[in-house]
């Protein structure tokens, strides 16, 4: 994983939390104690946090401040059931694909 991933995940953790707490960004932004254009840089990558904003982040979105980091670890539980679907297809065709391959 590089940093751009790394931004990517917290990014969208951030705004995910952001949206199911209700908060818009300038309510977000204020509790945090940094600018509305901040937040929306942080939101698209744009910008890095530093540690101190990140703990603050995480106490008022009410999580860890590792699950700001981790990939899936703020989905919904429609979301999860959307990707282990995925997932369960995608190794279904795998196996059918290596079947056909011994088979031949």
Do not use: H
């Given at each position: 994983?590089?940093e751009?991933?790394?931004?990517?995940?917290?990014?969208?953790?951030?705004?995910?939390?952001?949206?199911?707490n209700?908060?818009?960004?300038?309510?977000?932004?204020e509790?945090?104690?940094?600018?509305?254009?901040?937040?929306?840089?942080?939101?698209?990558?744009?910008?890095?946090?530093?540690?101190?904003?990140?703990?603050?982040?995480?106490?008022?979105?009410?999580?860890?401040?590792?699950?700001?980091?981790?990939?899936?670890?703020?989905?919904?539980?429609?979301?999860?059931?959307?990707?282990?679907?995925?997932?369960?297809?995608?190794?279904?065709?795998?196996?059918?694909?290596?079947?056909?391959?011994?088979?031949?």
């Amino acid at each position: 994983m590089d940093e751009q991933e790394l931004r990517g995940i917290l990014s969208n953790n951030i705004k995910r939390c952001r949206l199911k707490n209700n908060l818009s960004q300038l309510a977000l932004a204020e509790k945090v104690d940094i600018s509305t254009n901040f937040l929306s840089d942080i939101e698209r990558c744009k910008a890095w946090v530093s540690p101190n904003t990140i703990v603050k982040l995480a106490s008022i979105l009410d999580i860890e401040p590792y699950e700001l980091f981790k990939a899936d670890a703020l989905l919904s539980d429609t979301e999860r059931s959307i990707l282990k679907q995925y997932s369960e297809e995608n190794l279904k065709a795998v196996l059918s694909v290596m079947n056909q391959l011994r088979e031949n």
